[in-house]
């Protein structure tokens, strides 16, 4: 069974750093586009990083030089390591892996910045 299971989130004061981790299982992981994406309260769903099956990775505009995304396929993860947070960042953050067949979701987990 198919599986997204993400951690690393919490409370942060604004300029403050945080990782996230993506384990996956019962996916062929390393052929999945590994992508991390945000939801605010009142808003839509965002794409922030992703990383190719190749590594070859891509920001949005507003996380560009703040945010890493990386992947370790012997160990089915992909990572998002966050720098200089600020309370815009705030949102629940999940994991998404895509291949060919279907698209996989995690269940979210919440980043919080107090200013």
């Known amino acids: 069974q198919a599986q997204l299971v993400e951690s690393g989130g919490g409370l942060v004061q604004a300029g403050g750093s945080l990782r996230l981790s993506c384990a996956a299982s019962?996916?062929?992981?390393?052929?999945?586009?590994m992508g991390w994406y945000r939801q605010a309260p009142g808003k839509q769903r965002e794409q922030v990083a992703a990383?190719?099956?190749?590594?070859?990775?891509n920001y949005v505009d507003s996380v560009k030089g703040r945010f890493t995304i990386s992947r370790d396929n012997a160990k089915k993860t992909v990572y998002l390591e966050m720098n200089s947070l600020t309370p815009e960042d705030t949102a629940v953050y999940y994991c998404?892996?895509?291949?060919?067949?279907?698209?996989?979701w995690g269940q979210g987990t919440q980043v919080t910045v107090s200013s």
């Open positions: 998404n892996a895509k291949l060919p067949s279907r698209n996989y």
């Open positions: 990383v190719t099956s190749g590594g070859t990775p």
């Open positions: 019962g996916i062929f992981f390393s052929i999945a586009a």
